[in-house]
């Protein structure tokens, strides 16, 4: 049963002539969950080649593939920058008012939030939990007598990995936090899901990072917020855009004094934007069976 710290190692296996670096790791069985680029990924052996694109004094530039059983299931591009030397930069950014700068989206504060129930088919929801706001669940609520906005569905969750003391936050959870946001059919109303279940795979994820991790001291290690809107385009296809911020405190720890303006000192950690494909869950166990899990 090992946390996410520990499912997401891998191993050095070798250099390739082109200067491709390899690596092995095991998609483990407790956390993979839905994951879906190219093709569904499935529990077992997996192999990462990280190929150097560009290398520069700002920007690096790194391709990555996942293969598994001989297949390509991932692509990813990696552009690492360095904070410093852009913030450093003679042509310096334009900063608004503080009147005008964006608060945490969240309302309620983690120490006060209500933990809700792991979703039925996480095998890892003993590694992490999570409370919903509840203003953003009346918002929703005024598009069944409203209609339908510009918004779409808005989210907002806290969730809390359950790791060592010791082990911090990295950029290699991220992309875990981005997809654990609430897909759409959890949220609409009774008569609308009629107790159907569907998944909701990623067909694609771009994420930026705004700040650099570890977060410093103030604010609490395992725990981030996650916001989100949601637009559904046509045919089960929907796009998510999601920001992903620090939190003042441990959710799920003991009450504590709450400063008002904690809403002020927090920091976005990353933004994101997600294509992703509503389908009924068959077909991902289907395809995996048959080895024939392309989108």
């Not at 929907?238 to 002020?264: F, Q, Y």
Request: glycine fraction near 4%; charge should be negative; hydrophobic fraction near 40%.
């Amino acid at each position: 049963m090992a946390p996410l710290s520990d499912a997401i190692n891998t191993t050095f296996k070798e250099s390739l002539e082109d200067g491709t670096q390899v690596y092995e790791c095991t998609a483990d069985p407790q956390w993979a969950f839905g994951v879906q680029f190219l093709r569904a990924t499935t529990p077992g052996p997996m192999e990462i080649r990280i190929a150097t694109v560009r290398a520069g004094k700002q920007f690096t530039n790194l391709a990555v593939e996942v293969h598994q059983k001989n297949s390509l299931n991932i692509t990813v591009q990696l552009i690492f920058s360095n904070f410093e030397s852009i913030s450093e930069s003679p042509v310096g950014g334009v900063s608004l008012p503080a009147s005008h700068v964006s608060l945490h989206p969240l309302v309620v504060h983690p120490s006060k939030a209500k933990l809700a129930p792991p979703h039925w088919a996480q095998k890892f929801s003993m590694h992490y939990i999570h409370a919903h706001d509840p203003y953003f669940e009346e918002k929703n609520k005024l598009l069944e007598t409203e209609g339908r906005n510009a918004d779409g569905l808005m989210l907002g969750t806290w969730i809390r990995l359950i790791e060592a003391e010791d082990v911090k936050m990295s950029p290699t959870y991220i992309p875990f936090v981005v997809d654990m946001i609430q897909i759409p059919w959890a949220i609409l109303p009774e008569e609308h899901t009629k107790g159907r279940i569907f998944w909701n795979p990623s067909l694609t994820i771009t994420i930026e990072f705004k700040c650099r991790l570890p977060l410093p001291p103030d604010c609490a290690s395992h725990t981030l917020a996650i916001f989100s809107r949601k637009r559904h385009l046509k045919d089960g296809i929907w796009n998510d855009s999601t920001e992903i911020w620090s939190a003042p405190a441990e959710l799920g720890d003991e009450p504590v004094e709450t400063d008002e303006k904690w809403r002020e000192k927090m920091v976005c950690v990353a933004v994101a934007s997600q294509v992703a494909f509503m389908a009924p869950p068959d077909i991902n166990l289907r395809y995996a069976k048959e080895d024939k899990s392309r989108m």
